[in-house]
Structures are given as structure tokens and as C-alpha cells.
């Protein structure tokens, strides 16, 4: 695989099938997007567009039949999924540092990690004492731990009530921010997508049917502004909604 020259991920004429019984159904039919990695991009698009499938095939989880993931030399991915998935045996400091080895704990930096996150004082609870939102902040701490470039988010916060959405987004834009990394963040939600996003991206029969530029849109966004609805009605008519 070629490394691209350009800090990021291209994907280019993508195609990738799933065999169900009698048929192959099709999920990307020549796929090219371009992923900046110091941003937020968001995915969006209807249930079985692609959007989890495209967080694996970049991990590599998935093979595709044809095309191209190529990534800047030397990026390292993180990955945080829909659920938590922390495991019930360990408290939040030992699931924090599960991938890492021993002397590569930095404990100074494990504890500073765990105070961005907002769990100073629950170090040592175990998942089950935790709230959803709680889990959520560990299992991002976690896939901050290893140091990653990139990290892929497969709808983080699609559990949450409203109002613990609401802090773990602002959450995710502030490490954002203090941190400088960039996400491919998965949602059905176009509220969240348009909260959160430098670039959204929606999908739609095996390819990227339109994109949206954020990145000059500053934060907080008000999605009541006549922009945030107009970009919302543009993405519902896009989406079909």
C-alpha cells in the first residue's frame, strides 16, 4: 500500500459487499473521501449506509474487494465504540490502561488524563458503579491512553439522555481543542453532526453523496441560527428526510 504524502486518510474507488443468504448486497460502490486528520468529520447517513462498516475497514477489522485505504506514514488510530465495552473486573485505572504494558504506564500522565476526562475521584470504581456517561468518559480515556494520532468514534453517545449527550459532546470539543486531535465520529443524529463537525460527510448508496464545510463556524454552534437551520434543511432534503 503507498503512503499518501499528505498528513491523513484517502480512500479511493472503494468496494466492499457483504454476503447475506442467495445474494451480495453492496456497501460501497467506489468510494473516495479524504479524512483531515486534525479535524472533526462526521458521517452520517440512513441505518445500513456504511458508516460502522467504513471505522473497520480503516482499522483494517474488514477486508474491501477493491481500492484504496491509505494512510500518512506513521498515523496510529484509536477507537471508541457505541458501548463502553469496559471491562466489569477492572476499575476505571486498570481499564484506562488495559493496552498498555506496565512500563509504559505513565502514571503522571495517566492521572492528567483521567482529570481531562472528568474522572478524578472514581479511579478506583468499578464499571458497574458508574454512570453511562461515566463508562463513556472512561472508555474515551482509554483510547486516549495509547496516544493515538486519529481516533474513530462509532456513535459514542447514541445511549446517552439529552442532557449527558450534551456534556460528553462539549467534552469531545474540548479535549479536542486542548489536545489537537482529530475524530471520524459516526452519528445518526444530524443535531450532534452539526454540534460537533469541521466537515460532515453523508453517505448514501455506496458512495459520499454530499459533504459540508464547517470549520469556519465557530463554538458553541446555536442550531437555532438561521445558518445551522438552513445547512439542516439542505442535509434532511439530502438525506431524504
Known amino acids: 500500500m503507498e503512503v499518501w504524502e499528505i498528513a491523513g486518510i ?3 474507488k472503494l468496494h466492499k459487499t457483504y454476503e447475506v443468504p442467495g445474494k451480495q448486497v453492496p456497501v460501497f460502490c467506489g468510494l473516495d473521501l479524504e479524512l483531515d486528520t486534525s ?4 458521517v452520517l447517513g440512513k441505518s445500513g449506509c ?7 475497514l480503516i482499522l483494517g477489522l474488514e477486508q474491501y474487494e477493491s481500492g484504496e485505504i491509505c494512510s500518512a506514514e506513521g498515523l496510529k488510530t484509536g477507537i471508541v465504540f457505541q458501548e463502553p465495552r469496559l471491562m466489569p473486573w477492572l476499575n476505571v485505572w486498570q481499564n484506562i490502561t488495559f493496552g498498555l504494558k506496565k512500563k509504559e504506564i505513565d502514571v503522571q500522565k495517566m492521572e492528567q488524563l483521567v482529570a481531562m476526562t472528568g474522572l478524578t475521584g472514581f479511579e478506583k470504581a468499578y464499571p458497574s458503579q458508574l454512570s453511562g456517561g461515566m463508562q ?3 472508555a474515551l480515556a482509554r483510547a486516549l491512553s495509547c496516544e493515538p494520532d486519529y481516533i474513530l468514534m462509532d456513535e ?18 474540548r479535549i479536542q481543542r486542548e489536545q489537537k486531535k482529530g475524530m471520524l465520529f459516526v452519528t445518526h443524529s444530524m443535531d450532534e453532526a452539526l454540534i460537533l463537525g469541521h466537515r460532515l460527510v453523508i453517505l448514501e448508496n455506496g458512495v459520499c453523496k ?17 445558518d445551522m437551520i438552513r445547512i439542516k434543511k439542505d442535509m434532511m432534503k439530502t438525506i431524504g428526510e
Not at 479535524?39 to 462526521?42: K, L
Not at 456504511?50 to 473497520?56: D, Y
Not at 447514541?158 to 460528553?168: E, N
Open 50 to 56: 456504511g458508516k460502522t462498516t467504513l471505522l473497520r
Open 156 to 173: 459514542p453517545f447514541a445511549a446517552l439522555d439529552h442532557f449527558t449527550r450534551k456534556t460528553m459532546q462539549d467534552e469531545l470539543l
Open 210 to 226: 454530499k459533504t459540508y464545510d464547517l470549520e469556519a463556524r465557530t463554538y458553541p454552534r446555536d442550531l437555532l441560527s438561521e
Open 136 to 138: 463513556q468518559r472512561a
Open 39 to 42: 479535524c472533526i468529520t462526521v
Open 10 to 12: 484517502k480512500i479511493q
